[in-house]
Nanobody, 128 residues
Framework: QVQLVESGGGLVQAGGSLRLSCAASGRTFSMYAMGWFRQAPGKEREFVAAIKWTTGSTLNSADSVKGRFTISRDLAKNTVYLQMNSLKPEDTAVYYC????????????????????WGQGTQVTVSS
């Protein structure tokens, strides 16, 4: 089992920044990657970014957050971060971190069903 706890969400004005954190505990040695997803009201949960736990290689979603959001991790703290800059009202959503464990395939893991553990989510609201 891997437990994930997100923090860092809140209310910010358009153009502002936030940094989300996700602390992992439990069987963290089994983690292959961690990812961030978001879900806006009435929409499906969508992939934002992922990071391969051992190498730090990153995978980012297409155009919507490119150049504005950056994923990183701190191995010593078992924590993954999502730095969000130049926030827009359309970034408003609940942000979830997720962990994929015991995996040796391609790093292209962008769907909800491919992840094994999820945090409880943290609300990000961007006002215009």
């Amino acid at each position: 089992q891997v437990q994930l706890v997100e923090s860092g969400g809140g209310l910010v004005q358009a153009g502002g920044s936030l940094r989300l954190s996700c602390a992992a505990s439990g069987r963290t040695f089994s983690m292959y990657a961690m990812g961030w997803f978001r879900q806006a009201p009435g929409k499906e949960r969508e992939f934002v970014a992922a990071i391969k736990w051992t190498t730090g290689s990153t995978l980012n979603s297409a155009d919507s957050v490119k150049g504005r959001f950056t994923i990183s991790r701190d191995l010593a703290k078992n924590t993954v971060y999502l730095q969000m800059n130049s926030l827009k009202p359309e970034d408003t959503a609940v942000y979830y971190c997720a962990a994929k464990t015991y995996y040796s395939g391609t790093f292209y893991i962008t769907s909800v069903g491919e992840y094994d553990y999820w945090g409880q989510g943290t609300q990000v609201t961007v006002s215009s």
